[in-house]
């Protein structure tokens, strides 16, 4: 303990120490340069620490026992790489509009389309791209990974391919998310947007029950919901895979009714939300011609956000072993129940990947959505400058 | 104008209110169980006494809003009830079932100063780390620096709790054997090998709340550093610290202060799922265990104290953020 | 000549925009001299603040000096290291913002920040700094000098704040002062008492200065020379005098001639015709606050009913009432005669259509995702029942009208098109609906001098033509002065004084109608020291109203 005691301490004087030298050499080696004679210590304390952070990931990268640092680093290389031939390509090939929309685009946007096309692709012709079905059950029980062709990823406890589960996780864990989207954009962003438009008592007893569910935490509120969907589901597990749709759908509409109803509140009040209501127009040409056109990009944004949402309740839901039902194969089960492998980190490493391989590809969508959305938000607000 | 006491009692209200009818919201969903589900919940094999209690225990013939006022008063005076999980047991050994049976509130007292303890620790590393990143992405808005920890920040909020968790425990626990990957925690236990044992759910926690925070914290400044009043500061001259120190950061404290009070209510969810993973003997894992073995009155009284410890801090977050309101505070 | 102070030479500045550097600023030269006033005039996207700011050393963030030369007292301000230009700004150089209300911070008293200058850079004790802030204050005829800097800027008016500014500017005794449109924000009331405060200081203390504005009349008040800019360039400069009675370039001239369009007022409508519009004895309110009280008006067809008052004065929210928008607590509005439903809602089509609507921002007047000609259709097929070719037809004859190419533009969206443009945009769907009666609300005030002319003179052509009736809301007496037959002056939810153009615009008026007529600017440098010694400084802005107040509620009975 007290080594760290001395490192914590004695690091930031070292690198203090540094950055005071390398500003003072930065200024007698380049006196007429602007960015080294005003550069003040906190920046320079940044190059010494950049400095420090770069030169501690090499030396990790080279010790065997961790390899998957190594492999992270190979990972997330290959990842910027695709990013970057993908956006290299789009804005070459394609309409011009999408090549001009290619050429302002960010590497982590790029990146982030890039996944979602691949999981889309995955998901879609999981039937086909899987060697097995997803509830096939084989007599080699706990094959480790690489050690049988036909399987090369293992099998798990009850003898299941974990390629082929891993693949279907794809149809089964993002098209329940994206469903589960769908259901709940539609019932938030339409209560939403009449509450805006409508006004008065009606937005008023909408917007304070609202306010009640979402005074209740969203994963909390999920798990009491399930406790009583699970009693009315009994023993037909697949209904309770359609309980927790509806269910987290519900929950989740609060939060997208929040979101439309601001934004078509700040619509409404515009002049020529006036002089369409002057004119005499009913409500359903006020919210789908007027309204509905001018709020498409916050609402793209929130669908974003809602699904990343959506994705990792329903995943944790599962972890908790009360989400998606066996035998449909979906990752947060799938950590659950490999996630003993990761002690056998020391001496198989791609058997203690395996728990990482299913969570990390949670992670991957979320993440390349949460680019994308970023991405999007950044532009909008720009525009609005 | 409203004095700023009468718009702090209104918003004292309005959070007593809510969390009134956040009560009546769980009661009447946990009342939607299908038939009479003390019979249903204990299953077949349950003892004809055990269902008899139960149905006692929760006057299941009497009218819905009698049975609310019930158990609302009994909740008000520290009764949660007792577990189905216990009564069962209890009714087995062939006690009375009040007089064995350790009570829900019996139950949760322990896990639930743990769960706070948790919470404590994560906060006080998460805080200061989240809002000096944050503070300083903001500055230095641009540079590699901030666009490195953007790019971290967004993947550690979109990973999953257990991810985050489990990539720890394998370099932290398993690789390098620094520190436990199983949080036994149990009575008696001294403050410093009790922190040993909670600092990887700790840690697990910090990286989501930080990255929340810290972006919350950066977009908050970025916002502030764009007034005009931040502009005419610089034009008179003035150094750019005491820009940040006088002129920005007390008019920053208010949205700090929101984003810290928000997440910290976030950690209230964020708990559940990193106690199951480290078999943290606290609130959210015993919640979970009972939502599997539907123990009803369990998973009520944890919801309800999920609720309102949400409910409060949202509360405390508004109150605050009325307090360093300068308009407030200082009417025409 | 006096010692120079400033130099700028082929000056160039570029703004960021869409991934690419733009001109903002194209080569300007400028010179002051010590104890000078230069006056910076040009419409919206001229590059004036920009080069304001340029003078200082500073550009906002997304722009950049790209070229060119800024000294100020022999320091290289573009070059030079930030711990020098610090030094200079707030001791040396100062800056008043256009917007005192949000260039004060929120979170301190207005004598802390008014001494922070000072005594941040060591010229000054705090003590010292305070008492020059104080008597500046008195100086600048703020009210309560000694205990005003206590106050919080949320709790002062914004003629106070502006004034507060000032003494912030000038409490460090700099050498130079840039002032960025300081009265834009103002009241025409308001406006006068800054403008009086500003310049006397400014000649007493013996500053230089930069006067930023887009007001012919405001700047020819306040500086010794003027330079016009036109899309960041210069189009001429000359002292204020020669440049008011003859200037050179026709840019210029065109500027100056703007003021001079004005309409003959028609005669007076015979007694006994009945009105188009009529509000009878009209009180409202929101939720308690009330904003009319008692309100009558008649507006007849074919004429311009011009209501002109302050903000607050309750103008638009007559507007509100005759469209149906706002329900009167008291009261009614009669369409020829004939009592209209309160809300809009209740209203037939045909009532709807009969009153249409201008709005002040051509921005949030037009639907941001339709295209010109769907935004001008709707009307004809929503009132007309007009579809295909007939309404195809009908959208391009209205282009026409409004001296727009309907090949060129039909297809648009709003987003692609000019300020001007946009507006009349705006008239043409009014106009689609075919009404008797149009309101416009500021219709020209969002709008740089030039383009509202234009928009003036189509008004006034569709109104020969069509025999429209407007009701036209504005503060602005040149606007007034252009394009009204009658005049109606309100102020705190009354009616003042109402009256045809002609004889409202010669006394004597209603006190009101007589401070607002006298505070407007004249574009004459001799206009600001002739009110005040007419009137006196106690008898201008905020106090004059104060005291007219004062005589109102004890004069009348019932108040």
């Given at each position: 303990?007290?080594?760290?005691?001395?490192?914590?301490?004695?690091?930031?004087?070292?690198?203090?120490?540094?950055?005071?030298?390398?500003?003072?050499?930065?200024?007698?080696?380049?006196?007429?340069?602007?960015?080294?004679?005003?550069?003040?210590?906190?920046?320079?304390?940044?190059?010494?620490?950049?400095?420090?952070?770069?030169?501690?990931?090499?030396?990790?990268?080279?010790?065997?026992?961790?390899?998957?640092?190594?492999?992270?680093?190979?990972?997330?290389?290959?990842?910027?790489?695709?990013?970057?031939?993908?956006?290299?390509?789009?804005?070459?090939?394609?309409?011009?509009?999408?090549?001009?929309?290619?050429?302002?685009?960010?590497?982590?946007?790029?990146?982030?389309?890039?996944?979602?096309?691949?999981?889309?692709?995955?998901?879609?012709?999981?039937?086909?791209?899987?060697?097995?079905?997803?509830?096939?059950?084989?007599?080699?029980?706990?094959?480790?990974?690489?050690?049988?062709?036909?399987?090369?990823?293992?099998?798990?406890?009850?003898?299941?391919?974990?390629f082929t589960r891993l693949i279907y996780g794809a149809q089964n864990t993002v098209g329940i998310a994206f469903v589960t989207t769908l259901i709940a954009f539609f019932l938030g962003g339409t209560l939403g947007f009449l509450a805006a438009t409508i006004g008065g008592r009606f937005d008023q007893f909408l917007s304070r029950s609202v306010d009640v569910l979402m005074a209740i935490p969203a994963l909390i509120f999920a798990l009491l919901l399930m406790t009583i969907a699970s009693a009315w589901a009994g023993s037909e597990r697949w209904l309770?895979?359609?309980?927790?749709?509806?269910?987290?759908?519900?929950?989740?509409?609060?939060?997208?009714?929040?979101?439309?109803?601001?934004?078509?509140?700040?619509?409404?009040?515009?002049?020529?939300?006036?002089?369409?209501?002057?004119?005499?127009?009913?409500?359903?040409?006020l919210v789908f011609r007027e309204i509905l056109p001018n709020a498409?990009?916050?609402?793209?944004?929130?669908?974003?956000?809602?699904?990343?949402?959506?994705?990792?309740?329903?995943?944790?839901?599962?972890?908790?072993?009360?989400?998606?039902?066996?035998?449909?194969?979906?990752?947060?089960?799938?950590?659950?129940?490999?996630?003993?492998?990761?002690?056998?980190?020391?001496?198989?490493?791609?058997?203690?990947?395996?728990?990482?391989?299913?969570?990390?590809?949670?992670?991957?969508?979320?993440?390349a959505v949460n680019f994308i959305v970023d991405w999007m938000l950044q532009r909008s607000s720009g525009l609005k400058e | 104008m409203a004095s700023i006491g009468n718009i702090i009692l209104r918003r004292l209200a309005l959070g007593i209110l809510t969390l009134f009818i956040v009560s009546i919201v769980i009661f009447l969903a946990v009342n939607a169980l299908p038939g009479d589900f003390a019979q249903a919940i204990l299953g077949q094999g349950a003892t004809p006494e055990a269902v008899e209690a139960i149905r006692r225990d929760l006057g299941l013939d009497q009218?819905?809003?009698?049975?609310?006022?019930?158990?609302?008063?009994?909740?008000?005076?520290?009764?949660?009830?007792?577990?189905?999980?216990?009564?069962?047991?209890?009714?087995?050994?062939?006690?009375?079932?009040?007089?064995?049976?350790?009570?829900?509130?019996?139950?949760?007292?322990?896990?639930?100063?743990?769960?706070?303890?948790?919470?404590?620790?994560?906060?006080?590393?998460?805080?200061?780390?989240?809002?000096?990143?944050?503070?300083?992405a903001a500055l230095y808005r641009g540079s590699v620096f901030d666009r490195g920890v953007n790019i971290f920040s967004l993947v550690s909020i979109s990973s999953p709790e257990f991810f985050l968790a489990y990539v720890l425990i394998l370099f932290l626990a398993v690789l390098d054997p620094v520190l436990p990957s199983?949080?036994?925690?149990?009575?008696?236990?001294?403050?410093?090998?009790?922190?040993?044992?909670?600092?990887?759910?700790?840690?697990?926690?910090?990286?989501?709340?930080?990255?929340?925070?810290?972006?919350?914290?950066?977009a908050a400044i970025i916002n502030l550093l764009a007034s005009p009043y931040i502009e005419m500061a610089r034009l008179k001259g003035i150094g750019p610290l005491r820009v940040i120190l006088w002129h920005a950061l007390p008019n920053a404290l208010a949205p700090i202060i929101n984003v810290i009070t928000i997440n910290l209510a976030y950690l209230v969810t964020g708990v559940v799922v990193v106690e199951v993973v480290f078999v943290y003997p606290g609130i959210g894992q015993l919640f979970v265990d009972s939502v599997k073995i539907r123990d009803i009155p369990v998973v009520q009284a944890c919801c309800l104290i999920f609720a309102a410890a949400y409910i409060l801090m949202n509360l405390a977050a508004d109150i605050l953020s009325i307090l360093s309101n300068p308009r407030l505070r200082h009417p025409k | 000549?006096?010692?120079?102070?400033?130099?700028?030479?082929?000056?160039?500045?570029?703004?960021?925009?869409?991934?690419?550097?733009?001109?903002?600023?194209?080569?300007?030269?400028?010179?002051?001299?010590?104890?000078?006033?230069?006056?910076?005039?040009?419409?919206s996207g001229a590059g004036k603040s920009t080069l304001g700011l340029a003078a200082m050393g500073y550009t906002r963030d997304g722009c950049r000096i790209s070229g060119g030369l800024v000294e100020f007292d022999g320091i290289d301000m573009v070059h030079a290291p930030a711990h020098v230009k610090r030094d200079l700004l707030g001791r040396r150089i100062a800056y008043v913002a256009q917007s005192a209300a949000a260039s004060f911070n929120p979170a301190h008293r207005l004598l802390g920040q008014c001494t922070e200058s000072p005594v941040q850079h060591g010229v000054m004790s705090r003590s010292e700094a305070e008492e020059r802030a104080i008597a500046l204050y008195e100086r600048l005829r703020l009210p309560d000098p000694q205990q005003i800097g206590f106050r919080y800027?949320?709790?002062?008016?914004?003629?106070?704040?502006?004034?507060?500014?000032?003494?912030?500017?000038?409490?460090?005794?700099?050498?130079?002062?840039?002032?960025?449109?300081?009265?834009?924000?103002?009241?025409?009331?308001?406006?006068?008492?800054?403008?009086?405060?500003?310049?006397?200081?400014?000649?007493?203390?013996?500053?230089?200065?930069?006067?930023?504005?887009?007001?012919?009349?405001?700047?020819?008040?306040?500086?010794?020379?003027?330079?016009?800019?036109?899309?960041?360039?210069?189009?001429?400069?000359?002292?204020?005098?020669?440049?008011?009675?003859?200037?050179?370039?026709?840019?210029?001239?065109s500027l100056w001639a703007v003021r001079s369009f004005q309409r003959p007022a028609k005669p007076a409508v015979a007694q006994g015709v009945s009105p188009l519009i009529r509000l009878e004895k009209v009180t409202a309110t929101y939720g308690q606050v009330p904003v009319l009280k008692d309100i009558s008006l008649d507006i007849h067809s074919g004429r311009t009913v011009a209501v002109v008052g302050e903000s607050g004065s309750g103008k638009s929210t007559a507007a509100r009432v005759i469209t149906g928008l706002l329900t009167p607590r008291a009261g009614r509005v009669l369409l020829d005669g004939v009592p209209l439903p309160a809300s809009y809602r209740d209203r037939g089509k045909d009532h709807l259509r009969q009153i249409q609507m201008i709005y002040q921002m051509a921005d949030t007047a037009l639907n941001p995702r339709c295209t010109i000609g769907d935004i001008i259709g709707r009307p004809v097929e929503f009132y007309m029942g007009l579809t295909g070719r007939e309404k195809r037809r009908r959208v391009e004859e209205l282009m026409?009208?409004?001296?727009?190419?309907?090949?060129?533009?039909?297809?648009?969206?709003?987003?692609?098109?000019?300020?001007?443009?946009?507006?009349?945009?705006?008239?043409?769907?009014?106009?689609?609906?075919?009404?008797?009666?149009?309101?416009?609300?500021?219709?020209?005030?969002?709008?740089?001098?030039?383009?509202?002319?234009?928009?003036?003179?189509?008004?006034?052509?569709?109104?020969?033509?069509?025999?429209?009736?407007?009701?036209?809301?504005?503060?602005?007496?040149?606007?007034?002065?252009?394009?009204?037959?009658?005049?109606?002056?309100?102020?705190?939810?009354?009616?003042?004084?109402?009256?045809?153009?002609?004889?409202?615009?010669?006394?004597?008026?209603?006190?009101?109608?007589?401070l607002l007529l006298s505070s407007v600017p004249e574009m004459e440098p001799d206009w600001l020291t002739r009110v005040l010694e007419a009137r006196g400084p106690s008898e201008i802005g905020e106090a004059a109203i104060a005291k007219m107040n004062n005589s109102e509620s004890s004069g009348s009975p019932d108040a």
């Open positions: 303990m007290s080594m760290w005691l001395q490192l914590i301490l004695v690091l930031p004087v070292m690198a203090l120490s540094a950055a005071v030298l390398l500003r003072f050499a930065g200024r007698r080696a380049f006196p007429q340069n602007a960015y080294w004679r005003d550069m003040p210590l906190g920046v320079a304390f940044g190059h010494v620490l950049a400095a420090g952070m770069l030169g501690l990931a090499v030396k990790l990268y080279f010790i065997d026992r961790i390899v998957f640092f190594r492999w992270a680093v190979h990972g997330f290389g290959i990842c910027a790489v695709a990013g970057y031939l993908f956006r290299a390509a789009g804005r070459h090939i394609g309409p011009a509009p999408l090549r001009k929309l290619f050429r302002q685009m960010p590497l982590t946007a790029a990146f982030g389309i890039l996944t979602v096309l691949v999981y889309a692709f995955i998901a879609v012709f999981a039937g086909w791209l899987a060697p097995y079905g997803q509830a096939q059950i084989f007599e080699a029980v706990n094959v480790l990974p690489g050690t049988d062709p036909a399987h090369p990823l293992g099998t798990d406890q009850i003898g299941r391919d974990i309770l895979t359609v309980y927790m749709v509806l269910i987290i759908a519900l929950i989740d509409s609060t939060r997208v009714f929040r979101l439309a109803r601001a934004v078509g509140s700040n619509i409404v009040v515009m002049d020529y939300i006036e002089a369409a209501r002057l004119r005499g127009e009913g409500l359903a040409y498409t990009a916050p609402l793209l944004a929130e669908f974003g956000l809602r699904f990343c949402f959506v994705f990792l309740t329903i995943a944790a839901l599962s972890f908790l072993g009360i989400g998606i039902q066996p035998p449909l194969a979906d990752w947060g089960t799938m950590v659950k129940d490999l996630s003993q492998f990761i002690n056998f980190a020391a001496f198989s490493p791609l058997t203690a990947a395996l728990p990482l391989m299913a969570a990390g590809a949670i992670a991957l969508l979320t993440v | 009218p819905l809003a009698t049975r609310y006022v019930q158990w609302l008063w009994r909740m008000l005076h520290g009764d949660l009830g007792i577990s189905f999980a216990q009564a069962n047991f209890a009714s087995y050994v062939g006690s009375a079932s009040d007089a064995g049976a350790v009570t829900v509130a019996e139950q949760l007292a322990p896990r639930f100063r743990n769960t706070l303890f948790l919470a404590g620790v994560t906060a006080v590393i998460a805080v200061p780390l989240s809002v000096g990143l944050g503070i300083l199983l949080s036994n925690i149990y009575e008696g236990m001294s403050f410093g090998e009790r922190l040993f044992k909670t600092l990887l759910p700790a840690l697990t926690l910090t990286l989501v709340v930080t990255a929340h925070m810290m972006r919350m914290t950066r | 000549m006096k010692e120079r102070l400033l130099k700028i030479r082929d000056l160039r500045i570029e703004g960021l925009s869409d991934e690419q550097w733009w001109p903002i600023v194209r080569g300007v030269d400028l010179d002051l001299s010590r104890g000078e006033v230069l006056g910076l005039i040009g419409e800027p949320h709790q002062v008016s914004g003629g106070q704040l502006q004034r507060a500014m000032t003494a912030m500017a000038m409490v460090a005794k700099p050498d130079l002062i840039i002032f960025d449109e300081p009265t834009t924000a103002l009241d025409v009331t308001t406006q006068i008492e800054v403008l009086a405060a500003i310049r006397d200081i400014v000649q007493q203390s013996g500053t230089a200065a930069i006067y930023i504005t887009h007001d012919l009349a405001v700047v020819a008040q306040m500086a010794d020379r003027i330079k016009v800019l036109l899309r960041g360039e210069e189009v001429e400069e000359a002292d204020t005098r020669s440049m008011l009675a003859s200037p050179r370039e026709d840019y210029t001239k026409v009208q409004i001296e727009m190419e309907p090949g060129e533009y039909m297809n648009r969206l709003p987003g692609e098109l000019s300020g001007g443009q946009k507006q009349r945009i705006g008239i043409a769907r009014a106009l689609a609906a075919e009404p008797r009666f149009i309101i416009c609300d500021e219709v020209t005030s969002a709008l740089d001098q030039l383009v509202a002319e234009g928009i003036l003179r189509l008004l006034a052509r569709l109104q020969d033509e069509l025999g429209l009736a407007y009701m036209f809301i504005t503060h602005d007496l040149a606007t007034v002065r252009a394009i009204a037959d009658e005049v109606v002056v309100m102020k705190e939810g009354r009616v003042v004084e109402a009256g045809p153009k002609d004889r409202m615009f010669h006394p004597p008026h209603h006190p009101y109608t007589e």
